[in-house]
Nanobody
Framework: QVQLVESGGGLVQPGGSLRLSCAAS????????MGWYRQAPGKQRELVAA???????NYPDSVKDRFTIARDNAKNTVYLQMNSLKPEDTAVYYC???????????????WGQGTQVTVSS
């Protein structure tokens, strides 16, 4: 069994910064792409940032130049550094990872439980 555990959410003022972390644990053979998604009330879940096992990164225009995704493969952990936060960044942020648990098993999409980020004065 694999678990993704997120941390680092909270309340921050506009213009402030937060750093989210997500650690994968359990039966892990390989981790492929990792990413962060968010879902605001009444809206669909959307991609915030993604990073491949080789380190290639992808961001939507809404967060480009403000958010940075990074991963530590030795720790099975992905991070999201969020700077210049805006009220419209308020959402529940979810960690996602594509993980192969055993050498011959299929790749499975795992999700964290979500962490609330609120940007408000």
């Amino acid at each position: 069994q694999v678990q993704l555990v997120e941390s680092g959410g909270g309340l921050v003022q506009p213009g402030g910064s937060l750093r989210l972390s997500c650690a994968a644990s359990g039966s892990i053979f390989s981790i492929y792409a990792m990413g962060w998604y968010r879902q605001a009330p009444g809206k669909q879940r959307e991609l915030v940032a993604a990073i491949t096992s080789g380190g290639s990164r992808n961001y939507p225009d809404s967060v480009k130049d403000r958010f940075t995704i990074a991963r530590d493969n030795a720790k099975n952990t992905v991070y999201l550094q969020m700077n210049s936060l805006k009220p419209e960044d308020t959402a529940v942020y979810y960690c996602n990872a594509e993980i192969r648990g055993e050498p011959r098993s299929s790749i499975v999409d795992y999700w964290g439980q979500g962490t609330q980020v609120t940007v408000s004065s």
